[in-house]
């Protein structure tokens, strides 16, 4: 299993970007995604979720109303768009999928892509 992250760079405070994840072998429907970032010095923390129609989102309430998770079964990809961005969303944002919504840690994971936000 493969999850490619791409999207990353820097922004000015205000400004937008757009996440990808392309993921390979697994069968990409059945499995929820999310997106992850870990900023230097803190934790790894959840940022959003998506089920498996891409119906039912979950955020983190740092990004409610700025960020936007969604999905693409059949190109295999997950997007995060990053709107309003704020110099606290600047961390290395990282791609998960797991069968399971409520896993404590996703069992799949990407590579990595950076984002820094100036102000």
């Known amino acids: 299993v493969q999850l490619q992250a791409s999207g990353g760079g820097s922004v000015q405070a205000g400004g937008s970007l757009k996440l990808s994840c392309a993921a390979s072998?697994?069968?990409?429907?059945?499995?929820?995604l999310g997106w992850y970032r870990q900023a230097p010095g803190k934790d790894r923390e959840s940022v959003a979720k998506?089920?498996?129609?891409?119906?039912?989102?979950f955020y983190t309430d740092s990004v409610k109303g700025r960020f936007i998770i969604s999905r693409n079964n059949a190109k295999n990809t997950v997007y995060l768009q990053m709107n309003s961005l704020k110099p606290e969303d600047t961390a290395v944002y990282y791609c998960?999928?797991?069968?399971?919504?409520?896993?404590?840690?996703?069992?799949?994971w990407g590579q990595g892509t950076l984002v820094t936000v100036s102000s």
């Open positions: 998960a999928a797991d069968r399971n919504l409520q896993a404590a840690s996703y069992s799949y």
């Open positions: 072998g697994l069968i990409f429907k059945n499995y929820v």
């Open positions: 998506i089920t498996l129609s891409g119906r039912t989102t």
